[in-house]
């Protein structure tokens, strides 16, 4: 059964970077067609896509945050990682990796998730 | 960009009862549709994908149905773990989530 588990930063103060860690256990982050995903919800609103990388290393962004975002993959630790620079109070929020599956039905579901770790951006 | 308005955003319910949830996108999007379970402190879990496909493990008392624009998230007979929040997302463009649905006990 895979599992992923996010590091835990805590505080990050204004205009610096967010670093986060995926640790992914129980299978491969290069095998399968999988999009290894990076999502965050802040207190009491939906649920925002980041970014997510692919298998081959490959990335895509969320337009909102696009300049702002780097999503990068460390195939030696099975882990992948997410970078957000220049953060502001607005990206205090419950971030969470994720694993994007894709199958005989079309399009994208996200079917594995850490348990989430707060991060708290203020000075 | 797709948007997902889901209706009602919160609503009462009793053991047993029959509950359908909406999601309406702003443009049509297939079945490129999912549903997912939050309760409070824990990560979502995937509940429906493709529209109408049940997760593996998920209860039968759960059905989604719907293509296009319009989709419904149906518990035929609500147990009492099933007060929770419930959110769909859509893959037919960049991942985005509705705002979600906060089931509570009647």
Redesign the interface.
């Known amino acids: 059964q895979v599992q992923l588990q996010e590091s835990d930063p805590g505080l990050v103060k204004p205009s610096q970077t967010l670093s986060l860690t995926c640790n992914v256990s129980g299978g491969s982050i290069r095998s399968g067609r999988y999009y290894w ?1 990076w999502i965050r919800q802040s207190a009491g ?5 980041i970014g997510r990388v692919y298998t081959d290393g490959s990335t ?1 962004y ?2 909102s945050l696009k300049r702002r975002v780097t999503i990068s993959m460390d195939t030696s630790k099975n882990q992948f990682s997410l970078k957000l620079n220049s953060v502001t109070a607005a990206d205090t929020a419950v971030y ?1 990796c ?1 694993r ?1 599956a894709t199958g ?8 594995r ?4 770790t707060l991060v708290t951006v203020s000075s | 960009d797709v948007q997902l308005t889901q209706s009602p955003s919160s609503l009462s319910a009793s053991v047993g009862d029959r509950v359908t949830i909406t999601c309406r996108a702003s443009q049509s999007i297939s079945i490129y549709l999912n549903w997912y379970q939050q309760k409070p402190g824990k990560a979502p879990n995937l509940l429906i994908y493709g529209a109408s496909t049940l997760e593996s493990g998920v209860p039968s008392r759960f059905s989604g149905s719907g293509s296009g624009t319009d989709f419904t998230l149906t518990i035929s007979s609500l147990q009492r773990e099933d007060f929770a929040t419930y959110s769909c997302q859509q893959s037919y463009s960049n991942p985005s989530f509705g705002q979600g649905t906060k089931l509570e006990i009647k």
């Open positions: 995903s609103k939906e649920l925002e896509w895509n969320s337009p969470y994720a994007g005989a039905s079309p399009g994208l579901w996200f079917d998730w850490g348990r989430g």
